[in-house]
């Protein structure tokens, strides 16, 4: 099954890469000390831990802002990331193949390197460094994330961030997704706020707005917009619109296809026609991240079927110059039934897992700095930061310091590097504790946030990774691939018949493939799921 956790995220390219081990003063003397949260820190000499962050995008600092400074105070652990400078497949690679994992390891838990890390015997199990360390480790994780990466000897080795349950997403009613519909806010009013749920409400705004507005500061416009086409297809134009049309996943007790629901087609040759009449860009089959970013910096799309946390940075710089000019949240295309769109959640999954190398020196101090990060009080200070510094307690209540919250609404980079809150550093956050300390502010991207939350729903039982190496996972990828390429022909077919063809030439090729055999067994690990995670 496709990704339903977002395939590639934000900013720039990253700092430079070095390999090592563990790297250091050695911890002599070492003493300990309990932090507020009684978890027990040591206190001997520094460490430095190198960390691996599998996403060329992440280029966050450690040891300047005022974050990782405390956190280092308090847990005597300083950090050196390391993050690819190219393909993150092939740098993660060659760690592996050359036996030069750093301490941790962060990359996403549908990674097939996970796996190989595990069967490898290259990464500690946590539970047994937690035995030996720090048994704090068993009252800061949550139960159900340590069952579910419970592998089949009974070890846990990673741990996730963004981890969010079945059961949290009922009793919160503050839980969103970050898949949202956007348009250009000034632009959107002056063609009249239209219904753009209905493919002839869509066609119909997008035209108007291409004839209103036909430039952006001397630039064309792009009339629509979304994420990059990779090697599964693109989410904007597959599982983003189809979670909006609320197009099921399973049917009588099978899987449903998606890919082929008739509503969902019917939205596909709208944007076909689209593109046969000039409005579907030539940038939306050939730009890359780093293209998308400047662009939306810009302003320059009308409208995209997006996750508003890839844009976030790029939304803060718009509202800084003008405050219309930014994107909000509407409601998207929706099936002829009028029903609620069903956007994802976060998942007991999470997004990214994090391990230990058994290349690492200090696994004692490893498993105690993340016992602390994942903390009470390691969230608090992560997303809110420190007390005096970037906020004030007030009756009682956190509050966050206007003019930090300026900067962090103006400049994210300015922000990080002063600060380093608001989850700067991700690897562990806790979404659903750091509710608690949320703030109440109108910020450029509360919109598009808020606009979620009645749509959100868990679907995470439908997140299927085969196991890697077989025969399944080769058939699997396979047809993403093929999917991959037939979408694009799709959307740039020259006639609806054209299209006809190439979809039924599709749903042939596939199953050839063994596409039905392969649903057949995908259900299987659903129902596991859902066993795993009591829903019925």
Request: proline residues 4%; negative net charge.
């Amino acid at each position: 099954m496709k990704r339903l956790l977002e395939k590639s995220l934000v900013i720039l390219a990253a700092a430079a890469f070095a390999l090592a081990g563990c790297a250091g003063a050695t911890d002599t003397d070492k003493g300990s000390e309990k932090t507020e949260n009684n978890s027990v820190v040591s206190k001997g000499d520094d460490v430095t831990l190198d960390w691996y962050i599998n996403f060329s995008w992440f280029n966050t600092k450690w040891g300047d802002n005022a974050v990782s400074k405390e956190i280092t105070d308090k847990t005597g652990v300083n950090i050196n990331f390391i993050s690819p400078l190219g393909n993150e497949e092939e740098k993660l690679n060659s760690l592996i193949a050359s036996g030069s994992l750093p301490d941790l390891i962060t990359l996403g838990w549908w990674e097939p390197q996970v796996n190989e890390m595990i069967q490898g015997d290259m990464v500690y199990a946590l539970n047994e460094l937690a035995d030996e360390y720090d048994p704090y480790f068993y009252e800061v994780t949550d139960p159900q994330a340590i069952s579910w990466y419970t592998q089949a000897d009974g070890n846990v080795y990673g741990y996730p961030c963004s981890s969010v349950t079945p059961d949290d997403v009922t009793s919160n009613d503050n839980i969103g997704s970050n898949q949202t519909f956007l348009v250009r806010k000034d632009i959107y009013e002056a063609i009249g706020s239209p219904d753009m749920t209905t493919i002839e409400g869509f066609e119909t705004a997008v035209k108007k707005a291409s004839e209103m507005f036909p430039e952006i500061d001397g630039k064309p416009l792009i009339p629509v917009g979304a994420h990059i086409f990779d090697d599964t297809g693109n989410v904007s134009f597959d599982l983003y619109l189809q979670n909006f049309l609320a197009v099921p996943y399973e049917k009588d007790g099978e899987l449903y296809d998606r890919d082929t629901d008739p509503e969902y087609i019917e939205w596909l040759k709208m944007f076909r026609r689209l593109g046969e009449q000039g409005y579907l860009s030539t940038d939306l089959f050939i730009d890359q991240r780093v293209q998308m970013e400047e662009k939306i910096a810009e302003g320059r799309y009308f409208c995209m079927l997006y996750q508003y946390t890839d844009m976030s940075a790029q939304q803060k710089a718009l509202y800084s110059k003008d405050p219309d000019s930014i994107y909000i949240a509407v409601d998207g295309p929706k099936n002829r039934n009028r029903d609620d769109h069903v956007l994802p959640t976060n998942t007991v999954s999470g997004w990214t897992i994090t391990m230990v190398s058994k290349n690492c020196k200090h696994p004692d101090r490893a498993i105690e700095f993340i016992d602390y990060m994942l903390s009470e009080e390691g969230q608090k200070t992560v997303y809110l930061g420190i007390e005096g510094v970037t906020y004030d307690v007030v009756d009682g209540k956190e509050v966050v310091k206007p003019e930090v919250q300026h900067l962090l609404d103006t400049d994210r980079g300015q922000y990080d590097a002063l600060y380093g809150a608001d989850d700067a550093y991700w690897m562990f956050q806790d979404n659903v504790m750091q509710l608690k300390w949320k703030q109440e502010t109108t910020g450029p991207t509360d919109q598009l946030e808020k606009w979620t939350y009645p749509y959100a729903t868990y679907t995470g039982v439908y997140d299927i990774i085969l196991p890697a190496d077989t025969e399944d996972a080769y058939t699997n990828a396979r047809i993403e691939k093929l999917w991959s390429e037939t979408l694009q022909n799709l959307l740039l077919s020259r006639s609806e018949e054209e299209f006809d063809e190439i979809l039924d030439k599709f749903i042939a090729d596939r199953n050839a493939m063994g596409f039905k055999q392969l649903q057949e067994k995908r259900y299987k690990y659903v129902e596991s799921a859902k066993e795993k995670l009591g829903i019925k």
